[in-house]
T-cell receptor, first 111, second 114 residues
């Protein structure tokens, strides 16, 4: 069965600290991989995507993600978080019209 | 600004009432989607459309109907609302079936069924 797992429901990090959000997936073929961010009361915004090639992809707002085929993972990272990064983050995987979203990780920033 | 517009933003319905949620996009996207978002469950696909006049069922289609009479509009209907349909509904569109450019999302409709 196809699935996306974000094991951390809620993470709190200090402003200026590094961040890593985990995403693991189960999919029959190599899927397209995405990270989205949702600010309170807003829709989802695409942070970055991976289709093929270099397994380290850069996105907007200083985020990056690394695809590890052997671990079926696509973790999101940021070297130094800002208070404005507080939001909910969704990993998504899929192909064609079937994009599956994870249940999300809520990020809080400690001043 | 180009994007996806959802109306209304908020709605309270009584059980058994009907309503239609409207999604409009001005990016000439072929593909449009309706998702519902519930706490701890991420987004689940209700219905989608790969072009004008076509619709298909997603993961959780029961209790909903959709129509895509015009390329830019995708309507989601609830014929007889139930409390289990209390949720936040998001519309999205994309230029490719694979979502090569990712999805563009609307800002959501918060629906409460009492």
């Amino acid at each position: 069965a196809q699935s996306v797992t974000q094991p951390d429901i809620h993470i709190t990090v200090s402003e200026g600290a590094s961040l890593e959000l985990r995403c693991n997936y189960s999919y029959g073929a190599t899927p397209y991989l995405f990270w989205y961010v949702q600010s309170p009361g807003q829709g989802l915004q695409l942070l970055l995507k991976y289709f093929s090639g270099d397994t380290l992809v850069q996105g907007i707002k200083g985020f990056e993600a690394e695809f590890k085929r052997s671990q079926s993972s696509f973790n999101l990272r940021k070297p130094s978080v800002h208070w404005s990064d507080a939001a909910e983050y969704f990993c998504a995987v899929g192909r064609a019209s079937k994009i599956i979203f994870g249940s999300g990780t809520r990020l809080s920033i400690r001043p | 600004n180009a994007g996806v517009t959802q109306t209304p933003k908020f709605r309270v319905l009584k059980t058994g009432q009907s309503m239609t949620l409207l999604c409009a996009q001005d990016m000439n996207h072929e593909y449009m989607y309706w998702y519902r978002q519930d706490p701890g469950m991420g987004l689940r696909l209700i219905h989608y459309s790969v072009g004008e006049g076509t619709t298909a069922k997603g993961e959780v289609p029961d209790g909903y109907n959709v129509s895509r009479l015009k390329k830019q509009n995708f309507l989601l209907g609830l014929e007889s609302a139930a409390p289990s349909q209390t949720s936040v509904y998001f519309c999205a569109s994309s230029s490719g079936l694979t979502g090569n450019y990712g999805y563009t999302f609307g800002s959501g409709t918060r629906l409460t069924v009492v």
